[in-house]
């Protein structure tokens, strides 16, 4: 009887491990998009969010006809901000020298058309923004 536990132990601590390995701590991602595909000038025409503050907006005129602009030289400007851009796996990486990150997931492409969804932390400020995004292509 003995031996038969030890064997069911041995069995479940195999089957716990095999159950960790198999999550995945990896970022989700976004649908694939190549550069050229993003580069050009986006238009906001509808967004929500909400911030650490417990602040939210819907259609926010702040956000509502900003544009945002993808340069092929991998800068890129949006709501008056300069940032530096990176794309991988469906995910644009806007940050700029203060310390701000903006995470974009392309949840939807068309040659017309992005849905995203993003978070924006400021490290220095410890202040976070998340919400979701659709651009034309002006």
Not at 69 to 86: L, P, Q
Request: contains cysteine; negative net charge; charged residues 25%.
């Amino acid at each position: 009887m003995k031996k038969l536990k030890n064997v069911w132990l041995f069995l479940s601590f195999i089957l716990m491990v095999a159950g960790m390995a198999s999550c995945s701590t990896e970022d989700p991602t976004g649908v694939e998009v190549s550069r050229e595909d993003i580069i050009g000038t986006w238009k906001v025409t509808a967004n929500d969010w909400t911030n650490s503050e417990g602040e939210s907006g819907r259609n926010d005129p702040e956000h509502m006809g900003q544009t945002l602009s993808v340069r092929s030289d991998g800068t890129a400007s949006f709501r008056g901000e300069s940032f530096n851009w990176t794309l991988s796996k469906g995910v644009l990486t806007l940050s700029d020298n203060r310390g701000r990150n903006i995470r974009v997931v392309i949840l939807s492409y068309t040659e017309e058309e992005i849905q995203a969804s993003y978070d924006c932390t400021f490290e220095s400020e410890m202040y976070t923004e998340e919400g979701n995004y659709t651009f034309k292509r002006v």
